[in-house]
């Protein structure tokens, strides 16, 4: 296969039409994954995108973007409703750009009413859907992980950046579950795709099926 030179592109890699760029499906809405803990969300989002050449947004990274700090530090010193102004406006924006690719939300962007409306009138809602008990051990795995990690400080003190108390009970997590659940059912139709186990990732094929089976 002949290499080629071609404008923006590395004659080590740009071999005539083996590394051309090209998403293997046309959507026509932006596919928007939500979930219960944001870094499964982006982990799986980031995989279903890199496997159908789609471009990729992270609506938590993007906030992170435009704020300046970080998720945790925004609303820790400039409040909820600060990072909810972010979070409406970018994904506004967000959900309207082009081309159409893979977008995963915060766990509490579908919270918002106006945010399920636009979720609703301009993408294709799939939701990584844990029930309670796996939810709370995939925390936990989670926790262990990251205090395995001995120079990497916690984040936060809690289970999550709204939540500072330490995670003992199932119970403590139903709220925050329920609230959730009925944000995303309240959202409109989506595609549901269970999450068994201690990793998200068996989703990402799940998620590559479906949307190659629905893309437009």
């Known amino acids: 296969m002949p290499i080629v030179a071609r404008p923006g592109c590395a004659m080590i890699v740009c071999m005539d039409g083996y590394y051309d760029y090209g998403p293997l499906v046309s959507l026509e809405r932006s596919i928007v994954l939500a979930g219960l803990i944001t870094d499964d969300t982006r982990m799986v989002g980031y995989r279903v995108a890199a496997l159908l050449g789609l471009p990729y947004t992270d609506l938590d990274r993007s906030i992170e973007h435009h704020a300046g700090t970080s998720v ?21 924006r ?10 995963t ?4 962007t579908l919270l918002e009413a106006d945010s399920r409306q636009r979720v609703a009138s301009s993408g294709r809602l799939i939701v990584l859907e844990h029930d309670l008990a796996n ?10 992980a990251r205090e395995a990690e001995e120079a990497a400080p916690a984040r936060h003190a809690g289970w999550h950046v709204l939540n500072p108390e330490p995670l003992t009970r199932i119970e403590q997590l139903r709220p925050f579950f329920q609230a959730r659940v009925d944000a995303w059912a309240d959202t409109g139709p989506a595609h549901a795709v269970p999450i068994v186990g201690a990793s998200p990732l068996a989703a ?3 998620i590559v ?8």
């Open 105 to 108: 939300l915060g766990d509490g």
């Open 135 to 144: 939810f709370y051990w995939r925390l936990i795995g989670i926790k262990q």
């Open 72 to 92: 945790e530090r925004l609303i820790t010193e400039q409040g909820v409703d600060r990072y909810r102004t972010f979070e409406r406006e970018l994904l506004a």
């Open 94 to 103: 967000h959900l309207v750009a082009t081309p159409p690719g893979i977008l």
């Open 204 to 206: 990402v094929d799940v």
């Open 209 to 216: 099926d479906w949307v190659r089976a629905h893309g437009d």
